[in-house]
């Protein structure tokens, strides 16, 4: 396990993509700001964006999210292998704590 702290600005609904990792649980906590994360099911995605870079356990597809799921400061969500996800849908400045955890 693994975790990263990350500052970026919120891409907004139409700026973030759904991606995948085969080996690590995704734990986002949200530090501050108001982030949107994206959600599909794996299976059900359809449209790759590239092949899977196994190097970097990181997927993109070009589908949109199913649904979306509104964080604010102090709230997290738990993403599995078989959970797409697209982080950074939120508006404005954003802190996120990012921890990776293996599932192999």
Known sequence: ??????????RGRSGAKLEIHRK?????LVLSGNEEIGWKPTL???????DFDASRDLGFFRDSPALWLPM??????????EDAHAPLGGEGPLRKAIAKVLVE
């Open 1 to 10: 396990m693994f975790v990263v702290i990350a500052t970026d600005p919120g």
């Open 44 to 50: 059900a995605c359809s449209q790759p964006e590239a």
């Open 24 to 28: 690590y649980i995704d734990i986002q």
């Open 72 to 81: 604010t400061a102090d709230t997290f969500a738990v993403f599995f292998p």
